[in-house]
C-alpha cells in the first residue's frame, strides 16, 4: 500500500496491512498534530499493524503544545512484529530535530524505540553550565556549604559533599558534586570543597624559677580559639 501523505485519525488502529506493506511515494509524508503529551487524545500517533516503510517520507509536526526535556512521543506505534524500515526524509536513527513545535529545544528520533518497531521522538534537555563558589573555607565551627550559579538561575540544584548530601563543618577535603533537577535543563560540575584549619595563638604564662626541692609549678596557657590546652613534657 502506497499512501501520498498519512495523518492519524484517532483512537485505536488506524492501518491494518496484513501481507502488504505500508509505503510513503515521493514527496509524501507523516503529518502530526500537538496539544499534549497523551497519545491519540494529547497528540496524533499513526497506529500500524504490520510493516513499514518510511523511505521518502516527510515528517510534519505542529500544534500549540509546547514540549518539556522530559516529553516521549511515540509516533508511529507498530502492534505488529514487523520493523519499521527506512526512516524519514532527512532524519537517520538518532537524529536531532531542534526547535521541536518551536519550543527551542530539540528531540532525537528513533525508529527502535518502544517494543523495538516504534517510532519514537525523546525530547532533550537543554545542557547548561554549573559554576562551583565557595570551595576554599576556613573552619568556623558552621557547615561549609558552596555556592552555586547556573544560567538561566534559580534552578534546582543537588549537591553532595563526599557522596552525603549535608555540608561538612570539620577540616578536610570533600569531594562535591553538583547536578540541575529540572525538565528543561540538565548540567553536571564537580569539585572540591577545602576546608582549612583556623590559625590560633597559645598564651602560655613564664614558669618562675624553682630549686628540686620545690613542688612543681602550676601551668597557666589559654587558646584564642577557646580550646582546651594540653601539656607535655619532654
Known sequence: FNAPSVSAAGIGTDLSMNTNALSFGSGSGLALAFTGTTADTGYNQLKVVGAVNL??????LSGSYVPTGLDVFTLLDNDGTDAVT???????EGATIANVLGSGRSGTISYVGGTGNDVVLTMQRTAIPVVLGSLNQTYNGTAGA????????????????????????????????????????SGT????????????????????????????????ATASSGLAVTYTVS
Open 86 to 92: 527506512g526512516t524519514f526524509t532527512g532524519l537517520a
Open 55 to 60: 523511505a521518502g517520507a516527510a515528517l510534519a
Open 146 to 185: 558552596v555556592s552555586v550559579t547556573t544560567v538561566p538561575s534559580g534552578l534546582s540544584v543537588s549537591l553532595t559533599y563526599a557522596g552525603s548530601t549535608t555540608p561538612p563543618t570539620n577540616p578536610g577535603s570533600y569531594a562535591v558534586v553538583a547536578t540541575i533537577n529540572d525538565d528543561n535543563y
Open 189 to 220: 560540575a564537580t569539585g572540591t570543597l577545602v576546608i582549612a584549619k583556623i590559625s590560633q595563638a597559645i598564651t602560655f604564662d613564664a614558669l618562675p624559677d624553682l630549686t628540686s626541692t620545690d613542688a612543681g609549678p602550676t601551668l597557666t
